[in-house]
Structures are given as structure tokens and as C-alpha cells.
């Protein structure tokens, strides 16, 4: 079948470093995006991987281990409008999003 | 460019009402989804399509219709509103293929009592 799991909740603080795994199972597995979304709104693309490793895009990294099925999302230097919902999302072999339930990540001063 | 855009922004339906959500983006995307987002759940995908004229089912479609008459537009009907279909709706397009990312619309916020 096709799978994805991300904790639920988190709690990191401002300023600090914070790390939302993401763990998938997809046939024809395409790559894997995360998105943000803020309480009441759409969610918006923070990145792609497709080959293992780590991409760095300013404040935020994602890394991915195909082999293992594992991705991670992390977020340095933590501010306050990080707080939101981080979904993870894999492609399947007909270039389809399956999605996570979401990771709510709340930030305290 | 406007991107995607969706109307009504909220709506509530009587069950066994009928309604037509509304979609349209100025990507010249090919692709476009129906998404609904429970609380607590992922995006479940409801109907896509890859280009005008070609239209097929997610993962939830029943319940649910839509057309593609233009590249632009991609509209989603409710026949006979449930409770069950209370959700908020989000439409997005994307071009074709691997690691193009979806954009999507600020959704619809649908209650049914």
C-alpha cells in the first residue's frame, strides 16, 4: 500500500533548530515535497527532493533517503510565522501527491 | 497573474442541496486537482485532470462530479449534499510531471447541516 507518517505536534522555540520526520511507502515513487500551511490557508511549496541527500534553501533544509524512505524537513533560526502545519508529500508513479496528515508545529517565544 | 483562484470562499448547504464549486488559473497549467482537508487529515484527492477534456477519479470521488471544457477552468460539483461532505475544498494545477510543484487556491469552506 501507500503510506506516509509525520508526528502530529511539535513544540520547539524561537530561535532554536527543529526537525519533522516524514517516513513514506510508494509504488513508483517520484520524489518527495514538503509544503507549509498556515492555520486558514492553502498550503504552499517549500520543497522537492528526488535523489538522496540534502537541499538547502535559506533557513530551510529537506534531505531524503530513498533507500530508506525517510525525509526529513528542518528549520533553523526559528521565528515566530514558522508556526504552522508542515505537510509531507510523496509522488507516485502517475505523478500524484499521496499526503501526511500534516505536522502542526508550534513555536514559543 | 492572479494563479488559482476558487469561489465561493464559504458556503453552507442544506443536505440534498446541490452546488458548484468554482476554479480557474492563469498558469497555462495542464494539470488540475480536486483536494478536500478534513481536521486532522491529509489532502485526500477527489478528481484530476490532465488537460481540457480529460477528466478521472482520486482517491474520494463519490459524490462529486467535474468538467474541463477549458485549460483554464475546472469546476467541482456536489449532487445531493451530505454531512459526510462537509470539509474545506482546495482546487491546484500544476504542469505535467515529475517535480512540478502543485499551486493551489485559497479553497472553499463548505458546511452541510
Known amino acids: 500500500g501507500q503510506n506516509i507518517d509525520q508526528p502530529t505536534e511539535m513544540t520547539a522555540t524561537e530561535g532554536a533548530i527543529v526537525q519533522i520526520n516524514c517516513t513514506y511507502q510508494t509504488s513508483g515513487f517520484n520524489g518527495l515535497f514538503w509544503y507549509q500551511q498556515h492555520a486558514g490557508e492553502a498550503p504552499t511549496f517549500l520543497s522537492y527532493?528526488?535523489l538522496d541527500g540534502l537541499e538547502e534553501k535559506g533557513r530551510f533544509s529537506s534531505f531524503l533517503s530513498r533507500s530508506k524512505g525517510y525525509s526529513y524537513l528542518l528549520l533553523k533560526e526559528l521565528q515566530m510565522k514558522d508556526s504552522a502545519s508542515y505537510l509531507c508529500a510523496s509522488m507516485d508513479s502517475n505523478y500524484q501527491l499521496i499526503w501526511g496528515a500534516g505536522t502542526k508545529l508550534i513555536i514559543k517565544p | 497573474n492572479a494563479g488559482v483562484t476558487q469561489t465561493p470562499k464559504f458556503r453552507i448547504l442544506k443536505i440534498g442541496q446541490s452546488m458548484t464549486l468554482q476554479c480557474t488559473q492563469d498558469?497555462?497549467?495542464?494539470?488540475m486537482y480536486w483536494y478536500r482537508q478534513d481536521p486532522g487529515m491529509g489532502l485526500k484527492l477527489i478528481y484530476y485532470?490532465?488537460?481540457?477534456?480529460?477528466?478521472d477519479k482520486g482517491e474520494v470521488p463519490n459524490g462529486y462530479n467535474v468538467s474541463r471544457s477549458t485549460t483554464e477552468d475546472f469546476p467541482l460539483r456536489l449532487e445531493l449534499a451530505a454531512p459526510s461532505q462537509t470539509s474545506v475544498y482546495f482546487c491546484?494545477?500544476?504542469?505535467?510531471?515529475?517535480?512540478?510543484?502543485?499551486?493551489f487556491g485559497p479553497g472553499t469552506r463548505l458546511t452541510v447541516l
Open positions: 527532493n528526488v
Open positions: 491546484a494545477s500544476s504542469y505535467q510531471g515529475e517535480g512540478n510543484e502543485q499551486f
Open positions: 498558469m497555462n497549467h495542464n494539470y
Open positions: 485532470s490532465v488537460g481540457a477534456g480529460i477528466t
